[in-house]
């Protein structure tokens, strides 16, 4: 029945088809930062194609890569890890494939709007009242989905993972709610407050939390060593609770917002550190004497390499949210190397690492080429890195210019071989990506794949 193919039951379905997803979209995502990149290089690169205009690709790429790429993925691989952890089926594989379908459907609106101008135009919050409110929908249908799968869990205890998950799916549709000026709106430099109040939450609520929880379930199964410690992990989940939901106003102080909210933004920042440092000294030390694996294991590989990204990413963010150091840096190409690294550089190498871990275990087939992941691996590391340092210098020159009151016609086009490095980065990344799809689709669609399926199969029943 057409109900049946569309909306599955078949266990792993759901979870399977959100990762196709997440990949379909990181394709087109990364695609257009991609493009936008190459405009900055060669601005003439593309003719009376308003929908390919700097702005519009840039609201395809951020929402692509945020809500496509990244948050499909994240429900795709907690709806594996969850039932993992729980010892217990997903609650409901029709629920999870319906959100699936209709989370594309918000991505398939995304690509037709924000091109054409039809846009809220607030930052990370560009999609019109109806995509809003589906979108919030969707995200009460996967808590609804994963909180039932826990309540009717097989195991007493609940693993680290799980706190940060369900933590998430509590936070997020509330940020996303009072961040979306489809449900609220307020006048003035309070609309810039909660703006930045969900610019901000939507890393710290969402992508910081699931992420870490996603470290904490790969890193004890691909070393074999067991957790470090258990009251560090909780110290680190109600560190972030805590510190986390005040810090967005440090993004607006050079605003004449009241001081008080700059200052309890600048301080939780700084406190910041206390999660931070707890989260990766559980990580490291259950590492110990494991560390070689990583020359060997590559889900193990991405796994680690996000770590550090994290480590540099919060020991960078709440230095520079001081107001000494932001008055500096802030509206340079630093910022935007930063932003880079925190989504491109932590929370997607561990999300590509839950894949390759995940995803021979949902599907019963293993990935087609090993040459092509430690391609994709290196593509992206080094990619990253070149992006990583060219918009840092961008941003110091960027910063040294306006220090020293030089005319920004003249620094401006210093910046010129940094957008060419950047530009560069992009296609390292963008290839990787592609790297990584083509590796998926021949592990489970190819005829290779499914003649190996078949054998097994035979195998398993002989």
Same mark, same amino acid.
């Given at each position: 029945?057409?109900?049946?193919?569309?909306?599955?039951?078949?266990?792993?379905?759901?979870?399977?088809?959100?990762?196709?997803?997440?990949?379909?979209?990181?394709?087109?995502?990364?695609?257009?930062?991609?493009?936008?990149?190459?405009?900055?290089?060669?601005?003439?690169?593309?003719?009376?194609?308003?929908?390919?205009?700097?702005?519009?690709?840039?609201?395809?790429?951020?929402?692509?890569?945020?809500?496509?790429?990244?948050?499909?993925?994240?429900?795709?691989?907690?709806?594996?890890?969850?039932?993992?952890?729980?010892?217990?089926?997903?609650?409901?594989?029709?629920?999870?494939?319906?959100?699936?379908?209709?989370?594309?459907?918000?991505?398939?609106?995304?690509?037709?709007?924000?091109?054409?101008?039809?846009?809220?135009?607030?930052?990370?919050?560009?999609?019109?009242?109806?995509?809003?409110?589906?979108?919030?929908?969707?995200?009460?249908?996967?808590?609804?989905?994963?909180?039932?799968?826990?309540?009717?869990?097989?195991?007493?205890?609940?693993?680290?993972?799980?706190?940060?998950?369900?933590?998430?799916?509590?936070?997020?549709?509330?940020?996303?709610?009072?961040?979306?000026?489809?449900?609220?709106?307020?006048?003035?430099?309070?609309?810039?407050?909660?703006?930045?109040?969900?610019?901000?939450?939507?890393?710290?609520?969402?992508?910081?939390?699931?992420?870490?929880?996603?470290? *904490? /379930?790969? $890193? !004890?199964? =691909? @070393?074999?060593?067991?957790? %470090? +410690?258990? #009251? &560090?992990?909780?110290?680190?989940?109600?560190?972030?609770?805590?510190?986390?939901?005040?810090?967005?106003?440090?993004?607006?102080?050079?605003?004449?917002?009241?001081?008080?909210?700059?200052?309890?933004?600048?301080?939780?920042?700084?406190?910041?550190?206390?999660?931070?440092?707890?989260?990766?000294?559980?990580?490291?030390?259950?590492?110990?004497?494991?560390?070689?694996?990583?020359?060997?294991?590559?889900?193990?590989?991405?796994?680690?390499?996000?770590?550090?990204?994290?480590?540099?990413?919060?020991?960078?963010?709440?230095?520079?949210?001081?107001?000494?150091?932001?008055?500096?840096?802030?509206?340079?190409?630093?910022?935007?190397?930063?932003?880079?690294?925190?989504?491109?550089?932590?929370?997607?190498?561990?999300?590509?690492?839950?894949? *390759? /871990?995940? $995803? !021979?275990? =949902? @599907?019963?087939?293993?990935? %087609? +080429?090993? #040459? &092509?992941?430690?391609?994709?691996?290196?593509?992206?590391?080094?990619?990253?890195?070149?992006?990583?340092?060219?918009?840092?210098?961008?941003?110091?020159?960027?910063?040294?210019?306006?220090?020293?009151?030089?005319?920004?016609?003249?620094?401006?086009?210093?910046?010129?071989?940094?957008?060419?490095?950047?530009?560069?980065?992009?296609?390292?990344?963008?290839?990787?990506?592609?790297?990584?799809?083509?590796?998926?689709?021949?592990?489970?669609?190819?005829?290779?794949?499914?003649?190996?399926?078949?054998?097994?199969?035979?195998?398993?029943?002989?």
């Amino acid at each position: 029945m057409l109900v049946d193919r569309l909306l599955s039951d078949r266990e792993g379905s759901a979870a399977r088809n959100f990762i196709m997803s997440a990949m379909f979209w990181s394709i087109i995502g990364m695609g257009a930062g991609l493009l936008a990149a190459l405009e900055f290089s060669f601005p003439d690169l593309v003719h009376n194609v308003p929908q390919l205009s700097m702005p519009h690709l840039r609201m395809i790429h951020v929402n692509g890569v945020a809500l496509g790429w990244l948050s499909m993925g994240y429900v795709g691989v907690m709806f594996y890890m969850i039932p993992s952890l729980t010892k217990s089926k997903l609650w409901s594989e029709r629920l999870g494939n319906f959100t699936c379908w209709a989370w594309n459907a918000v991505m398939v609106g995304a690509l037709c709007t924000l091109p054409n101008g039809f846009t809220e135009g607030r930052e990370y919050a560009e999609l019109g009242a109806v995509l809003d409110t589906v979108v919030t929908v969707g995200l009460i249908c996967v808590a609804l989905n994963a909180y039932m799968t826990v309540v009717n869990r097989k195991v007493k205890k609940l693993y680290v993972s799980l706190w940060y998950f369900l933590g998430a799916l509590f936070w997020f549709p509330l940020v996303w709610i009072i961040g979306q000026r489809t449900f609220v709106a307020l006048p003035g430099l309070n609309d810039a407050i909660v703006g930045w109040f969900y610019g901000h939450n939507i890393l710290g609520m969402w992508f910081t939390t699931v992420g870490v929880g996603m470290m *904490y /379930y790969l $890193l !004890p199964r =691909l @070393t074999n060593n067991p957790l %470090y +410690s258990h #009251g &560090l992990s909780m110290l680190g989940f109600w560190g972030i609770a805590l510190f986390y939901a005040p810090t967005g106003t440090h993004h607006i102080l050079q605003s004449p917002v009241p001081e008080w909210l700059k200052a309890i933004a600048v301080i939780s920042s700084i406190f910041l550190l206390v999660p931070v440092m707890t989260v990766l000294t559980n990580f490291f030390m259950t590492m110990k004497g494991k560390w070689q694996m990583m020359v060997t294991d590559l889900p193990l590989r991405f796994t680690i390499t996000s770590s550090i990204f994290y480590f540099i990413t919060c020991t960078q963010g709440p230095f520079q949210a001081t107001r000494w150091v932001n008055w500096y840096l802030h509206f340079t190409q630093w910022v935007v190397g930063h932003a880079h690294l925190a989504l491109l550089g932590t929370f997607s190498f561990i999300t590509t690492a839950a894949i *390759y /871990y995940g $995803l !021979p275990k =949902l @599907t019963g087939r293993e990935f %087609y +080429s090993q #040459g &092509l992941i430690r391609a994709h691996y290196w593509l992206k590391t080094l990619g990253f890195g070149l992006m990583m340092s060219s918009l840092t210098i961008a941003g110091l020159v960027q910063s040294a210019g306006w220090h020293h009151a030089i005319p920004f016609d003249i620094w401006s086009i210093e910046l010129q071989p940094y957008w060419v490095l950047r530009s560069i980065s992009g296609i390292m990344i963008f290839l990787g990506q592609c790297l990584f799809f083509y590796n998926i689709w021949k592990s489970l669609y190819s005829k290779e794949a499914k003649a190996a399926a078949i054998v097994k199969a035979a195998e398993v029943k002989a």
